[in-house]
Structures are given as C-alpha cells and as structure tokens.
C-alpha cells in the first residue's frame, strides 16, 4: 500500500507559478508511474501529467503542455508539479496518483493509490 499526501495549492493571480509537491510513503517501491490529475466543480477528472519513475519519461496533457513541468525526487519519494503560467481554467482540485502497472497511460482507471487532493485556484 501506498499513501500520498499533496502540498503546495493555493490562490494566485492568473499568469502565475505554483509549485504541487507529492510526498509517497508506505511501500513506495511499488509506485512504477505517478501522475497528477485534476478535478473542476462540475467536470469530469482529468489527467495533467504522468512520469514513470524508473526511467524518468514524461507526459502532459495538451492543455498543460509547454507550461507545467513533473518532475522527481526518488531519494525522498516525491513527485513535484511546477505550474507557470497559470490561467483561471486551471482551477481545480489536482489529486497525486500513484500505480505498479508497468503501463500507464494518463488515465485515471489505471491508478490505484490516489492522495487527498490541493486546492489550485486562478484568477
């Protein structure tokens, strides 16, 4: 089992920076792919970037690409969300995730460990 607990949310001006960060604990060495999704009020989650942990390789969604950064931390088994750039529709709740699958495609079905979410606000 993993537990993930997120921090660095909060409230900034439209074309802002915020930087998440993802601290996991328990039994870390599972935790082959983590990513960042996020939610708005009234939508569907949706998924904003993912990293394999082993090799390093990175995804983004098109709506993120270019301003948001994942990146990792292995020896403190944290993942890290710099967001530049910030526009009001990147308000969201955006939730750390965590998976063993070898293959994992930025969705949420294929995760299984999932933290308690931070707050972003833009405006």
């Known amino acids: 089992h993993v537990q993930l607990v997120e921090s660095g949310g909060g409230s900034v001006q439209a074309g802002g920076s915020l930087r998440l960060s993802c601290a996991a604990s328990g039994y870390t060495y599972n935790r082959n792919c983590m990513a960042w999704f996020r939610q708005a009020p009234g939508k569907e989650r949706e998924g904003v970037a993912r990293i394999y942990t082993g090799s390093g390789n990175t995804y983004y969604a098109d709506s993120v690409k270019g301003r948001f950064t994942i990146s990792q931390d292995n020896a403190k088994n944290t993942v890290y969300l710099q967001m530049n750039s910030l526009k009001p529709e990147d308000t969201a709740m955006y939730y750390c995730?965590?998976?063993?699958?070898?293959?994992?495609?930025?969705?949420?079905?294929?995760?299984?460990?999932w933290g308690q979410g931070t707050q972003v606000t833009v405006s």
């Open positions: 995730a965590a998976t063993n699958l070898k293959k994992c495609p930025l969705h949420e079905a294929y995760f299984g460990w």
